[in-house]
């Protein structure tokens, strides 16, 4: 049986190079919900990067 903490730790990435993705990937939902001053476009954003990763192959 395969337990999975995280869909992002699929992704066959270094450590490092993963955390840095993820702390830019965090400014950018920051600034998405300063400028737009709602929370609804960066959730909308991450579901559409998701299914994105999921169809491409990255995480099953």
Request: hydrophobic share 55%; net charge positive; glycine share 6%.
């Amino acid at each position: 049986m395969r337990i999975i903490t995280s869909p992002h730790l699929i992704v066959t990435l270094k450590f490092v190079t993963h955390c840095t993705l993820a702390n830019f990937g965090g400014l950018f939902y920051a600034i998405v919900v300063l400028k737009t001053e709602s929370i609804y476009p960066s959730i909308a954003f991450h579901m559409v990067m998701n299914l994105g990763m999921v169809l491409n192959g990255w995480i099953n």
